[in-house]
């Protein structure tokens, strides 16, 4: 099983990133999505989870409305479009995999977000 992430870097305030998590090793369309945060010295926070069908999407509070999550099942791919970022949106993404039935649990290992002038 594989979750690589990619697409994180150093944006400025306001610009817009898109990540990505490539899926491998487990039947994509069983699991939830979902994508966490984590920034020095905080605990890790959800921010975004999307069902096994693509057809349900929630957010936190912290992101919704300038975050869109969404998935691929063709490629086996999760994205998160982040827009309008502020320099509190900095921390380590992370992309999780939870069986939709079951308590398969799976951990990317992360890509870094900068949002600085």
């Known amino acids: 099983v594989q979750l690589v992430e990619s697409g994180g870097g150093l944006v400025k305030p306001g610009g817009s990133l898109r990540l990505s998590c490539a899926a491998s090793?487990?039947?994509?369309?069983?699991?939830?999505m979902r994508w966490y945060r984590q920034a020095p010295g905080k605990e890790r926070e959800w921010i975004a989870r999307i069902a096994g069908g693509g057809d349900l999407a929630t957010y936190a509070d912290s992101v919704k409305g300038r975050f869109t999550i969404s998935r691929d099942k063709a490629k086996n791919t999760v994205y998160l479009q982040m827009d309008s970022l502020k320099p509190e949106d900095t921390a380590v993404y992370y992309c999780?995999?939870?069986?939709?039935?079951?308590?398969?649990?799976?951990w990317g290992q992360g890509t870094q977000v900068t949002v600085s002038s």
């Open positions: 090793g487990f039947t994509f369309s069983r699991y939830v």
């Open positions: 999780n995999a939870g069986a939709t039935y079951g308590t398969s649990n799976y």
